[in-house]
Nanobody, 120 residues
């Protein structure tokens, strides 16, 4: 079974760029048929999908966050990274990296999540 682990700073100042890395073990991020996504959950709210990078390297972002989001990967390290620019307190959330099935879009494996707080 694939394991995913998020890492990055827990506190980011407003207007700065949030950067998180997901390290994947037990499977390759270039394996055909899968995508690797970021999902977040603000306090007291539901899950919000941010975007994904597919096994091919193609990316897709939530329209509401597209202008501030970039997802990239380092295949040599089997990692993928989220960058969210111009953050505000509303971006405070638990951020999860998630493996999904590219055909069915089912979510398969989750990281444990990491709390990111945006505050000065």
């Amino acid at each position: 079974q694939v394991q995913l682990q998020e890492s990055g700073p827990g506190l980011v100042k407003p207007s700065q760029t949030l950067s998180l890395t997901c390290t994947v073990s037990g499977g390759s991020i270039t394996s055909v048929g899968y995508y690797w996504s970021w999902i977040r959950q603000p306090p007291g709210k539901g899950l919000e999908w941010i975007g994904y990078i597919a096994y091919s390297g193609s990316t897709y972002y939530s329209p509401s966050l597209k202008s501030r989001t970039s997802i990239s990967r380092d295949t040599s390290k089997n990692q993928f990274t989220l960058q969210l620019s111009s953050v505000a307190p509303e971006d405070t959330a638990v951020y999860y990296c998630v493996k999904g099935d590219y055909e069915s879009y089912n979510l398969l494996d989750w990281g444990q999540g990491t709390q990111v707080t945006v505050a000065s």
